[in-house]
């Protein structure tokens, strides 16, 4: 009886990864649009007054784009470091700090919000 081998699974060996350069991409478009919504934030708030939910536009896709860049970027980090391909470790090292970065900036703001929302409330309680 023989043993009949199979083939390897996965993207063959060195293959051009990618997964880093789609992160390094989707990290950098994240974080120009986080500094245009910071730029835009700072040269007129009030440009937020009275429109509707556009303005959160740049938000959302600063916030999903970083979470796919991060997450692109380290599958493709772990691709080159297991040895599966030798290309693009830094775009791939790029894309998942990028992305990461654009993503927690969003965070952060959320739950700086949160934290001013439930100190107003709680101020708002003992203020009878």
């Known amino acids: 009886m023989t043993t009949l081998q199979s083939p390897i ?12 350069i789609v992160s390094v991409v989707l990290g950098s478009v994240s974080m120009v649009c986080l500094v245009a919504f910071a730029v835009l934030l700072a040269v007129s708030p009030n440009r937020f007054d009275d429109t509707g939910w556009e303005w959160t536009l740049l938000p959302f896709v600063v916030l999903v784009g970083g979470m796919i860049a991060a997450f692109l970027g380290a599958l493709a980090w772990i691709d080159v470091r297991r040895g599966i391909t030798d290309r693009h470790l830094f775009e791939a090292q790029m894309g998942a700090i990028l992305g990461g970065i654009a993503a927690l900036a969003i965070v952060a703001a959320l739950v700086v919000l949160a934290i001013v929302f439930v100190m107003l409330m709680v101020s708002f309680v003992g203020a009878d």
């Open 9 to 20: 699974v996965g993207p063959p060996s060195g293959h051009p990864n990618r997964k880093a």
